[in-house]
């Protein structure tokens, strides 16, 4: 049974930069696509990026130029750099996994599989 766990979350002031991991167990990363969602209190989910077995990735325009995403194989782990993290990026981040590992974009319905979450709190 696949499963992701995420980590790295926590509180920083804006300007600073955090890096989430979602380590994947049960199966290899590479067979699937990854995407990374958050959730603001009172507001829907939404993708933020995501990674395809070949390499593609996606931004939302909202974090296009600040988040980084990346696999790293060796430790079937896919990681988020977020830079310059703002107030509104404020959320739980949630990595999830598409069976269909070509998919390059961050549509939840097409997801599999889901961890559970980390919050990243971004205040003054």
């Known amino acids: 049974q696949v499963h992701l766990v995420e980590s790295g979350g926590g509180s920083v002031q804006p300007g600073e930069s955090l890096r989430l991991s979602c380590t994947v167990s049960g199966a290899t990363v590479d067979d699937y696509a990854i995407g990374w969602f958050r959730q603001a209190p009172g507001k829907e989910r939404e993708g933020v990026s995501a990674t395809n077995k070949i390499g593609s990735t996606y931004y939302s325009d909202s974090v296009k130029g600040r988040f980084a995403i990346s696999r790293d194989n060796a430790r079937n782990t896919v990681t988020l750099q977020m830079n310059n993290l703002k107030p509104e990026d404020t959320a739980v981040y949630s990595c999830?996994?598409?069976?269909?590992?070509?998919?390059?974009?961050?549509?939840?319905?097409?997801?599999?599989?889901w961890g559970q979450g980390t919050q990243v709190t971004v205040s003054s």
């Open positions: 999830a996994a598409a069976t269909n590992n070509l998919l390059q974009y961050p549509i939840e319905n097409f997801y599999d599989y």
